[in-house]
């Protein structure tokens, strides 16, 4: 069974940095699609943005465009977000997923990590 370890989040005020990183059990090369999520109190879980394995092809939702950045590292079995400008709305546990999209539930989750922005 695949498994996704989320780290890196905490606590940071209003306009800091934090990078997140999901490190997976297997290679990363077997997915075709890794994404980072996130879910405030209250709130449904949205979609923060993806990146391809193949062509590390990257898309975010628009509230975090020019703000957050996903990367990989084949070699570590990892993907990373990258948070710069923290806002207080940032705040949400993260989860990253990873699909294989060729097999029937090759969708994995992680367990999750909290960011707290403060104002």
């Known amino acids: 069974q695949v498994q996704l370890v989320e780290s890196g989040g905490g606590l940071v005020q209003a306009g800091g940095t934090l990078r997140l990183s999901c490190v997976a059990s297997?290679?990363?090369?077997?997915?075709?699609?890794m994404g980072w999520y996130r879910q405030a109190p209250g709130k449904q879980r949205e979609l923060v943005g993806t990146i391809t394995t193949i062509t590390e092809s990257t898309k975010y939702t628009d509230s975090v465009k020019g703000r957050f950045t996903i990367s990989k590292d084949s070699a570590k079995n990892t993907m990373y977000l990258q948070m710069n400008s923290l806002k207080p709305e940032d705040t949400a546990v993260y989860y990253c997923?990873?699909?294989?999209?060729?097999?029937?539930?090759?969708?994995?989750w992680g367990q999750g990590t909290q960011v707290t922005v403060s104002s």
């Open positions: 297997e290679s990363i090369a077997m997915f075709n699609v």
């Open positions: 997923r990873a699909k294989v999209l060729a097999i029937t539930n090759g969708d994995y």
